[in-house]
């Protein structure tokens, strides 16, 4: 196992895309890389394929509802691993609302198909080219996408509880 | 039709006897051991194709997650792989201490190490008898159930739940383990070994099971990681992936223990390697036992996380002003993102959590390794009889809670 560290990581990934990469940050030592929506998928592929990086394992796709961020109110955000060098990586991108259109990486990881369609499911995050983008954990009549902030837990019509006291 | 090699099939590439049918495998079935539905289409007894549905026991965790305080969502994470609720707990513990930069003692450490071994040992119990049962072996299984229910006494003997344990605290455990607990558990350290001998010997060398389980539900080492697959199930296959050795968590980089794997990544493999983890699991039980180290059972720097202890409540000021603010959810929380994986049952369990300094999470997002592995499911039993995929299903250890959320 080598010394990769989040410095070449970043650096290797700034020389191969140079303005698609937007900022970056290191909370808790996991590298965070803002990416442009469009170039998402060429990154991903290309870090699954890189000889150096070797980021060829997925750990998880997932979408963040920040619905003040006009914009770019849905991040989704996607980890992937290096097992030869054990250094994750957290590449995001960040899609407006209205439109939440963003690749999908199933032609680079098989196991990316229910990932998406969860993130479909509960964030309404249209993968374009998904094989099969149907709902999979919530029933399929739903009309809302459940994990967005405007969906409060409880019926926000009720008035006998005080928010205030009972969480957020 | 499966592009692995490790996939045997009883079928010539022709049909039977051309007549398809549709079958449905769950959502209740008792071979399914759990709520997921396979519609399967078979010829005969060879599966042409499958289609899963999930979500039946869907349960809005990470909406819940949402709305709860940090220390209220302990008991969520016991209802997703609840074979094996404490790992999940303090997974869960572990990824709050990592946002707050909390300090924990050495021997909460080790503390924790002996119970999510232990459970991680009554999780993979729990898949390889039921592997038994589905071959026809229903022996093994009960005497490997006497040996759960003991584990379940010594969780029982910690927090006082069974199965849905909500074990421990954020910072540490409520109280010290009683001398009752090492007691239960020397003399479960003392007769399992046995009793799994027995079990063992049962399966694990028995012509009849190797027939069975040998070549049904293959998966090559690439296509199990190119699914996501983690745990023993990715290991059956021959990659060496292990949460405790690659990013050792709670001080397991202070025990010795070996990782076993597979090549094959067939229903055997998969239970062997969970066979020779419960050995190392019983290791590390009593290497953690053995050198525990003195001090503390619970983080004494972060009173405003660690609920304090009921009689401190009564008669402690500070402790009650601790525990109102802890209860009602007034703690100060650091903004930040953190995502912390351990091991679980099944593999990589991943919290991946989002604070902006409000009382509940603002997002929480579960890594469910079940969730990951199971579409590979149609895969895996593809050209294979329906009793392989009854065989594949239990032994990928598909666990309802954690597959759904």
Redesign the interface.
């Known amino acids: 196992m080598s010394n990769l560290s989040n410095e070449t990581v970043l650096a290797r990934l700034q020389e191969q895309f140079g303005a698609a990469i937007i900022s970056s940050e290191t909370p808790y030592d996991l590298l965070s890389v803002e990416v442009t929506a469009d170039k998402a998928h060429d990154i991903i592929a290309w870090l699954k394929t890189d000889g150096q990086l070797r980021m060829s394992f997925l750990t998880l796709i997932g979408a963040v509802h920040f619905p003040n961020d006009k914009g770019r109110e849905i991040c989704i955000n996607y980890h992937v691993h290096s097992l030869v060098h054990n250094v994750r990586l957290r590449l995001r991108a960040f899609l407006p609302i209205e439109e939440p259109n963003i690749a999908t990486i199933t032609d680079i990881y098989v196991g990316a198909d229910w990932l998406e369609r969860e993130t479909y499911d509960f964030f309404g995050v249209n993968f374009v080219g998904h094989p099969d983008l149907r709902r999979i954990l919530n029933e399929d009549s739903m009309d809302y996408f459940p994990m967005r902030k405007e969906y409060h837990l409880e019926d926000a019509t009720r008035e006998d509880k005080d928010d205030r006291y009972f969480g957020r | 039709m499966s592009d692995t090699p490790n996939n045997k099939s009883l079928f010539s590439d022709e049909t039977i006897d051309g007549e398809i049918a549709t079958l449905n495998l769950g959502p209740t079935h008792p071979a399914t051991h759990g709520i997921f539905q396979n519609i399967l289409t078979v010829d005969g007894e060879k599966i042409l194709a499958s289609e899963q549905t999930?979500?039946y026991i869907?349960r809005?965790f990470?909406?819940?997650a949402?709305?709860?305080?940090y220390n209220q969502i302990t008991p969520i994470t016991d209802r997703l792989n609840y074979c094996s609720s404490p790992i999940n707990n303090m997974g869960w513990e572990m990824t709050v201490e990592?946002?707050i930069g909390a300090e924990i003692p050495k021997r909460v450490e080790y503390m924790r190490v002996i119970i999510m071994e232990l459970s991680r040992i009554a999780d993979h119990l729990v898949c390889n008898s039921v592997i038994g049962v589905d071959t026809g072996a229903l022996t093994g299984f009960t005497y490997m159930f006497q040996q759960r229910e003991a584990i379940y006494e010594i969780l029982e003997e910690v927090s006082g739940a069974r199965l849905t344990t909500n074990m421990g605290r954020i910072g540490g455990f409520e109280r010290d383990f009683s001398p009752r607990f090492y007691e239960k558990l020397e003399k479960f350290l003392k007769e399992f070994p046995k009793h799994f001998k027995e079990f063992d010997d049962l399966l694990t060398r028995n012509r009849i099971f190797m027939d069975r389980t040998i070549g049904a539900g293959g998966i090559s080492g690439e296509?199990a990681?190119?699914?996501?697959f983690t745990g023993p199930n990715l290991r059956a296959a021959g990659?060496d992936?292990d949460v405790r050795v690659?990013?050792p968590y709670s001080s397991y980089q202070d025990f010795d223990f070996i990782v076993p794997v597979g090549t094959q990544g067939d229903t055997y493999d998969r239970f062997c390697v969970r066979q020779e983890e419960i050995r190392q699991s019983l290791s590390i039980i009593r290497q953690a036992i053995d050198k525990m180290p003195e001090g503390n059972y619970f983080a004494e720097n972060i009173h405003e996380f660690y609920l304090p202890r009921k009689e401190d409540v009564y008669t402690k000021m500070e402790a009650l002003i601790y525990h109102f603010k802890i209860v009602?959810?007034e703690t100060p929380v650091p903004v930040?993102?953190?995502?912390h994986?351990v091991e679980g049952g099944n593999g990589?369990l991943?919290f991946?959590l989002?604070s902006d300094g409000?009382?509940?999470p603002?997002?929480l997002?579960f890594?469910r390794p079940c969730?990951?592995?199971?579409?590979?499911y149609p895969e895996m039993i593809t050209g294979q009889t329906i009793s392989d995929a009854v065989l594949t299903l239990s032994s990928l250890n598909v666990i309802a809670g954690e597959l759904?959320?």
């Open positions: 999930v979500g869907h809005a990470e909406k819940l949402e709305r709860r305080p990592k946002l296509r990681l190119d699914y996501g990659v992936y690659m990013n009602m959810g930040g993102e953190v995502y994986s990589e991943g991946h989002i409000g009382r509940t603002y997002r997002q890594r969730f990951i592995y199971y579409q590979a759904d959320a």
